[in-house]
């Protein structure tokens, strides 16, 4: 399973979820605020993830919020929470990321590069290089 590319999709779902609730209701800020606030939301989701914190998770999402793993098998947010606490994180960081606002939405894309272990074999997730 392609750990790196899952985290891509839960931080596409974030994002939209959470750019289209906290604009509602509240006057725009500048896109360098929400940028600045979304990437450090997306430092929270990942402190959650490393130190298998499904509290926080949990604090980050809808309780409809749903994702797509490698597989194309649907994840709940009670699932992705069982996942968190009970992960095999050793080391994660997020690279850079872009941030686009369209309106009251925002794209954010971006890399985590992050090492996991299991009972017999050690992952490494880092970006790929651009041919």
């Given amino acids: 399973m392609c750990i790196r590319f ?8 974030l994002i939209v979820g959470v750019a289209s ?11 360098d605020d929400t940028a600045r606030t979304l ?4 430092q929270t989701w990942l402190n ?6 499904p509290a926080s998770f949990e604090r980050l999402v809808a309780d409809d919020w749903i994702a797509l793993t490698p597989d194309g098998k ?8 069982a996942k968190i606490k009970n992960s095999h ?13 369209f309106g009251d939405t925002a794209v954010v894309t971006g ?7 299991n009972a017999t074999h050690q992952y490494v997730w880092s970006p790929r290089k651009p041919r």
Avoid: W, Y
Wanted: aromatic share 2%; charged share 25%; hydrophobic share 35%.
């Fill in 21 to 31: 609730s906290a604009g509602a209701g509240e006057p725009k800020g500048g896109n």
């Fill in 48 to 53: 959650a993830e490393k130190n298998h914190d």
């Fill in 89 to 101: 994180m050793g080391a994660a960081s997020l690279g850079p990321m872009d941030v686009r606002v």
């Fill in 74 to 81: 649907r994840q709940t947010k009670a699932e992705r929470s």
């Fill in 6 to 13: 899952f985290a891509l999709v839960c931080l596409l779902c």
């Fill in 39 to 42: 990437q450090a939301i997306e």
């Fill in 111 to 117: 890399t985590v590069d992050e090492t996991a272990q």
